[in-house]
């Protein structure tokens, strides 16, 4: 084998930081808590971010970029908002440095002190609403439908890579609108072309849903999430949409002259998916043998290698694989040629499923003397021997029902890993062996912390396409309860 | 007129200004130096990254991405290095913030201090060579061929928008190599492919040059160039690519086996663009009624007013521009439809010539009776009656007349203001008016530092592909000189 990556029946945690540094995804930098994302990573990344830049566009944003600095004293202007995010982040005090007087490398400038400190963008709420209130004038100047792509920095204790990084690529949405329902619209509009590039794209089933109160963001009316199922049973938040009402136009003071020429606040909405997605991708699909990339995030959706022999006439089976590399490419699928003469086949094998790619063609001399190739798949990992004549149109069919069996795979697993549990007994014991549990809970933000501080399980989200909501009783107060809510362990 | 604009002979940097923001492209933000890049300019700036990615791809470069943070102690690694960034530039020290004792708003908490100051990233070359030594092991391993997208901060003292900003938007290429010969092929091949987009794209004439040793990038060997000639007459500094011989691998020990089974430190190069693109942009081509977008980079390429007239069927308008539209957009051409109904033709025509948009199409009551349009192009502000069947191919034909004139009016006008000069009076009298001064130069950085102290020219570059190359004498010391450099005045 290429390179040995833990059994994720023995250690899931390892098994998941092995994939990501030897599949070449990311690493660890010299800088606590930020990775860096390779090129092998950050080419799955470009591929997410080019469908959901396309699935913004279509759905009427436009992208724009605000700054990287906030002044410390946005931060307080939103009550809540300052909560939650103006605690661990990096913080800017000064903008110089000098040699240093022992000659010895360089220190601060302790004349070059910042009159107001700058913060590191956790998220771009204020900034963005402080720019907004002179955007914004009138009716004619809504909605306002702005992206961004950015970088931010939350400064994590403990950090993953990709799940939680003090540094992280995202795109954050930031939108206001007239009214209150538009707002509303628009914030499950988002949340459903997330819940839509996860399910097409991803291939990773997710539960669309709304978050209790206590789970909400900082400075939300309301907050809308995907949710994804792990292979341990855990849960992952994939993306948010937050309606914000009108709690940012108030704080940064930001009105508009209604068609009937009044004066109002303006209704906003916020909404964001990160690097973290790379996190899910991997631990939603991968195996033991190393990733599983559905075809539609692949950068390599095709790796063909030749088995050559010595003392054998190898460059014809060069030209046939060059040959079929570009029909395949002429059909738009992407395809590497591995022709490297220092590796035995078996460890290319090895190196190519362990980075995930979807599928293996495989050439050697008695294929070039049957017209024949050998065609691997990734996720099954069975392979066939086929006649070269329909290789190209097989291979396409093929991605097809890859990317479609990865998903199926993944919803079987969900399926049978989700549970309806109404006994707080069976719940904690039933919890061990992970999964979602939809169980009926009263409302309250004390019985949701009592069963967080005793299970570490939280109320993932409140479906919002659950036809179960029947009204039951609380499986911990045993209060009357209109709906089953997600219970999960969550990264 | 939609909005005013100083006109350029009378104050070219307020022009400058106007056109910026009163353009749409970007605004100064409530952080000191950093500016908000508007959903028009950024959509101009979409489309530059969009086509020199895909060029560095097609030169065998991926990306990948490193972090914001750069450890203090990185800078003093490299000795010149840190002479050029480590100066201004913005220190992270805490990394936490507290309420305030007082309770009136958030202070940094004291107790959360790093134990080694961050800097926020000026360029990546020191992080990004600490994390090359784990890739590179073996000249298998190489050339590795790597471009980051990021935001870097320079502390700057004045800024102007895009110019010169305290944050900015760029793409750095760090790339090994095997050997010295690879590295400069890189070097050369990198700075052709940004001069290629300055001309191709955004119809930009530059100049390929070398700088002399005291401009050179601050660890750099080599530093390649292209430089462009604004309408004042100023140079402005548009791409570099450097070679870097192996100061950063012998800075950060970066060695790998050969395939002799030496050690040998790794030959590297950096080279990048901003969005200081974005200036040069506007400055290249823009006049006093707004801006001037080559259709290559234009965001819409042609706008579509209708001509309503009051009692009668504006709807058959309406469909026949949205026909239009479509045939357009069916031959990749961007179209926006202004219908708006609070303003007046005439105003409308002003607003997009201030957004510099190339061909507007106006069709009124009269053109449906006579099956016409009239089509206006932005760059000549001429305009002409076409018969409707013909629409489509004339303005293909049109955008790719337009991309070519701008060119060729910049190459006319760098052309009209370059001039060769062999006395120094006579160069300090004609610097006043601009231009680039051909001139011949000692080669010492003694000479280059007067004239720069005397003029406040600097040389921009030792041109690579000129032909003009006969010795002299230098206009400054009268010592002997092997070619003419170029002189000029520069943002």
Known sequence: ????????????????????TKADLAENSAVRGCMVIKP??????????????????????VNAYFPLFIPKSFLSKEAEHVEGFAKECAVVTHHRLMASPDGKGIVVDPDARL????????????????????????????PLLVNQWANVVRWEMRTRLFLRTTEFLWQEGHTAHETQGEAIEETERMVNVYAKFAREYMAMPVIVGRKSESERFAGAVDTLCIEAMMQDGKALQAGTSHFLGQNFAKAFDVQFATKEGNLDYVWATSW??????????????????????????????????????????????????????????????????????????????????????????VIGSRDMENNTAEVARRDTMTK??????????????????????????????????????????????????????????????????????ETKATIRCIPLDNNDDEPGF??????????????ARAY
């Open 115 to 142: 009159e107001e400190e700058l913060v590191i963008r956790p998220t771009s709420e204020t900034i963005i609403w402080n720019t907004y209130k002179n955007w914004i004038k009138s009716y004619r100047d809504l």
């Open 1 to 20: 084998m290429a390179k040995e990556v833990t059994n994720k029946e023995e250690n899931y945690s390892l098994w998941y930081n092995n994939l990501v």
């Open 474 to 487: 609380c499986i911990y107060s045993g209060k009357p309860s209109k709906r089953r809510v997600i219970f």
């Open 272 to 361: 964001g998916v990160s690097t973290r997605l790379m996190g899910a991708l991997v631990m939603a699909h991968s195996d033991n043998n190393g990733l599983v990339i559905p075809p539609k995030l692949a950068p390599i959706q095709v790796v063909m290698v030749p088995l050559f022999k010595n003392d054998t006439d190898n460059n014809a089976i060069i030209d046939r694989i060059e040959q079929i590399k570009k029909s395949l490419e002429d059909s738009g699928i992407s395809v590497k040629i591995d022709s490297r003469d220092n590796l035995r086949s078996g460890f290319k094998f090895s190196e190519w499923e362990l980075k995930g790619v979807p599928v293996r063609v």
């Open 40 to 61: 092998y990573g950050y080419a799955i990344w470009e591929k997410m971010q080019f469908q959901l830049d396309r699935m913004f566009k279509e759905t009427g944003h």
């Open 384 to 453: 066939e021997i086929l006649p070269a004549a329909s290789l190209v149109e097989h291979i396409k069919t093929l991605l097809v029902q890859i990317q479609e069996n990865i998903y199926d795979k993944a919803l079987r697993f969900r399926e049978a890993n989700t549970f309806k549990v109404d006994n707080y007994i069976e719940f904690r014991e039933r919890l061990e062996e992970g999964g979602f549990f939809l169980c009926h809970w009263d409302g309250t933000a004390e019985t949701e912390e009592k069963i967080k501080e």
